[in-house]
C-alpha cells in the first residue's frame, strides 16, 4: 500500500525554525510529485509547495516565498520542508500528500494523504 508519513511539528516561538519530513512507503519519491499542504482550523487545505519527480520545485503559497523551502533525499526516499522565520500564521496541520506526474495545487487531485503534523507558532 502506498503511504506517506509525516513527522518534525512542533511549537515554536516567532522566528524559529522547523523541518518537517515525509516519508514514502512503497513508491519512490523522484517517480512521484510530492506536496505539502497546510490547513488551519476553520480554513481550507491550502497547497503550500511540491517537488516534481525530476526536482523542479514549486511554491504554492505566496507567503511562505522566501522562508519555506521544499527538498529531497532519494537515498531516505524522504521529503522535507524546511520552515525558517515561521509567523503565528503558519500555525496549521502540515499534510505530505503524492500523485503520479506533475504537481497540482489542487488538494483533490491527490491520491496518497499522511496524516499531518502539527505545527504552533506563538510566543
Known amino acids: 500500500q502506498l503511504q506517506v508519513a509525516e513527522s518534525g511539528g512542533d511549537s515554536v516561538q516567532p522566528g524559529g525554525s522547523l523541518r518537517l519530513s515525509c516519508v514514502a512507503s512503497?513508491?519512490?519519491?523522484?517517480?512521484?510529485?510530492i506536496a505539502w499542504f497546510r490547513q488551519a482550523p476553520g480554513k481550507e487545505r491550502e497547497a503550500v509547495s511540491c517537488?516534481?519527480?525530476?526536482?523542479?520545485?514549486?511554491t504554492f503559497a505566496d507567503s511562505v516565498e522566501g522562508r519555506f523551502t521544499i527538498s529531497r533525499d532519494k537515498d531516505k526516499n524522504t521529503v522535507y520542508l524546511q520552515m525558517n522565520s515561521l509567523k503565528p500564521e503558519d500555525t496549521s496541520t502540515y499534510y505530505c500528500?503524492?500523485?503520479?506526474?506533475?504537481?497540482?495545487?489542487?488538494?483533490?487531485?491527490?491520491?496518497?494523504w499522511g496524516q499531518g503534523t502539527q505545527v504552533a507558532v506563538s510566543s
Open positions: 517537488i516534481t519527480g525530476i526536482g523542479t520545485r514549486i
Open positions: 512503497e513508491f519512490r519519491v523522484d517517480r512521484y510529485a
Open positions: 500528500a503524492a500523485r503520479y506526474a506533475y504537481c497540482r495545487s489542487r488538494a483533490g487531485e491527490y491520491d496518497i
